[in-house]
């Protein structure tokens, strides 16, 4: 908790604000950014300093319940990150979401990078309603899309040809929940890429054109290296998402046998946070995977930037 | 990619020959819209479909083709006659989350961005690293963090231990702060001190209607987000009569998970958790401003 209060104190001191361009003294703008800097605090840094309070902890004698009053916490460094670092089915989780992330982030930019090419095209019809049609699916939580999908996996039910595919097999399994995060994101990541597009100079394309560049040369020549950052940033949303499997794996979970309780990291650390009531080493895991999303983020950024400067050249 | 582009921008200076060929082009990237939005709506189509049979032709007719025996309404019937009517109460449920979580985190997001945005005060760079720091951090990650310590305090399992920590969105304050900075003007807001206007009064009737594009935006945003969340109120909440469509259609897949003679109730739930969402926002769509978000994040 004293690692909290150390955060707090760049809050405003709520009696003197003042810098000379503004206005002089006056508490309203620190009335309007205390509520976010409070419940930013208490919801989002607090837990997460909490969650590597725990992970440091262990409960000696007895098994260490959820608020179990009498059992007593006691510090044991790293012990719970080794354990967790050892475990061969951590990496093993973490190689199935890996699985999952390279097949699924892929397919999402590239498919979301065409149909954005195409909206964007002169000679396209329909655009209208494809557009809806592609985006329609966002609105569908993930839960629901996965019970959809699985509907249409089963082969009792599947539409898709289930009773010969084995959507539920071994090695179908990681194409069918890629599928369904796939199917729930191109939408949203086309719509921000078309509107990327949109707002490119026209003349560009204009002037292109004049130099007598097909359609085609144009989207890939011109607009493509263009909207590179915006596809960084897509990038971006998708490897966080990825690292944050749970929703479409865990759904799936009662009709495929072939998805187990810990079959990605997050839903090892929920079970081991409810199931097993190891709540250390869930904060242990957890925190793991808090640091391995934003190593990620930072390193997708890096590399993004370093790609559209080199494009812009 | 890397390589078709990388050639591309080498190539496009010199390479301005004359070719003309989209003549017989031109149906291909509609062709492509096409087979993108059949994928979508596809699985949709399907549910609407699966929704009129009962179980019995569920497994026994053609999948594409609906069946016209009443199916339907005995489907409705029978979930929203389940366990004395919870699935309406889920929905319920829903929608307070969402609304009530959207508007409020929305109302927190935009004042935090417009002060960011508009005035500078003691920390607020401060402030404004905190929270850029904070869109990094995973949200659904804290999910178990934040019921730990919830339990702690014996707060977990009601409304609030769902609404509260889905309050701030670092990412929408900075999308306010952003939007603030490039389209409440400095002029307007001396002119209107000049004419005597208090500070609260130029943030309420002038600096809030500015940013209700951003506003509006956020507002959406949330509201899906909440809508969609599970693993939150998955592990919030142990009382079914608490629990968002989300949690409650999974939870009926976990008891019916077995037997095959439920699966038309879990269809017509999926179905009627799928329609007025999918309505309210392909009617919404206008109001939309994605460009925000894309724009937002050139940090």
């Known amino acids: ?313 | 990619m890397t390589t078709l582009t990388s050639s591309a921008s080498r190539t496009a200076t010199r390479d301005a020959r004359p070719l003309r060929t989209r003549r017989g082009l031109h149906i291909v990237p509609t062709l492509i819209l096409i087979v993108g939005a059949l994928y979508c709506v596809l699985p949709v189509l399907w549910i609407v479909i699966a929704a009129t049979k009962t179980n019995d032709e569920l497994f026994s007719t053609p999948p594409f083709l609906p069946a016209f025996s009443g199916g339907f309404w005995t489907n409705m019937q029978a979930l929203f006659s389940y366990n004395n009517g919870i699935f309406g109460r889920w929905a319920l449920n829903s929608a307070i989350y969402a609304i009530g979580g959207g508007i409020l985190s929305t109302v927190v997001a935009g004042a935090a961005g417009y002060a960011l945005g508009k005035y500078s005060f003691r920390g607020s760079k401060w402030i404004f690293r905190l929270i850029v720091a904070a869109v990094l951090l995973p949200q659904i990650m804290l999910a178990i963090p934040q019921f730990l310590l919830l339990a702690k305090f014996g707060m977990t399992n009601n409304y609030a231990s769902v609404i509260l920590p889905q309050l701030v969105s670092p990412f929408a304050i900075y999308l306010c702060k952003i939007y603030a900075e490039a389209s409440v003007p400095d002029e307007i807001m001396e002119a209107a001190r000049i004419d005597g206007g208090s500070e609260w009064r130029i943030f309420w009737s002038v600096g809030s209607r500015l940013m209700m594009p951003a506003l509006v935006t956020v507002f959406l945003l949330q509201f899906i987000g909440i809508w969609n969340n599970f693993l939150l109120p998955f592990v919030m909440i142990n009382n079914d009569q608490l629990y968002p469509l989300t949690l409650g259609l999974y939870g009926l897949m976990i008891i019916t998970g077995g037997q095959a003679a439920q699966y038309s109730i879990v269809i017509a739930g999926v179905l009627v958790s799928i329609v007025p969402l999918a309505i309210l926002f392909l009617s919404l769509q206008r109001y939309w401003k994605i460009d925000l978000i894309s724009g937002g994040v050139k940090i």
């Open chain 1, 1 to 313: 908790m004293a690692v909290i209060e150390a955060t707090t104190t760049p809050a405003p001191a709520p009696t003197q604000p003042v810098r000379p361009r503004r206005r002089r003294g006056s508490l309203l703008p620190i009335v309007l950014v205390v509520p976010a800097v409070v419940l930013l605090l208490l919801f989002t840094i607090a837990p997460a300093v909490y969650a590597v309070v725990l992970s440091f902890l262990q409960v000696k004698v007895g098994g260490g319940l959820l608020g179990g009053g009498d059992t007593v916490e006691v510090f044991v460094g790293l012990a719970n990150y080794f354990t967790t670092l050892a475990d061969p089915e951590f990496w093993a989780s973490l190689g199935r979401m890996l699985i999952v992330a390279v097949i699924g982030v892929p397919l999402t930019i590239f498919f979301a990078t065409l149909f954005a090419l195409c909206l964007d095209a002169k000679k396209a019809r329909l655009v209208g309603f494809t557009r809806l049609a592609i985006f329609l699916p966002y609105a569908v939580p993930g839960v629901v899309a996965s019970l959809l999908w699985g509907f249409m996996y089963l082969p009792a039910t599947s539409p898709i040809g289930g009773q010969v595919i084995n959507y539920f097999g071994s090695t179908g399994i990681f194409f069918s929940v890629a599928n369904v995060a796939v199917w729930g994101v191109v939408g949203f990541n086309m719509v921000i890429l078309y509107t990327a597009v949109r707002s490119l100079p026209k003349d560009l394309f204009e002037a292109a054109e004049l130099d007598g560049a097909s359609e085609l040369q144009i989207a890939l020549r011109v607009k493509l290296p263009l909207i590179a950052p915006a596809i960084t940033m897509v990038a971006l949303f998708s490897v966080i998402g990825a690292l944050q499997l749970f929703n479409e794996p865990t759904t799936l979970k009662p009709l495929a046998n072939a998805i187990s309780s810990t079959w990605v990291p997050l839903m090892r650390v929920y079970t081991d946070a409810f199931v097993n009531n190891s709540i250390y080493e869930g904060a242990a895991t957890s925190f793991i995977l808090i640091i391995m999303t934003v190593a990620a983020t930072v390193l997708v950024n890096v590399i993004g930037r370093r790609f559209a400067r080199r494009e812009t050249k």
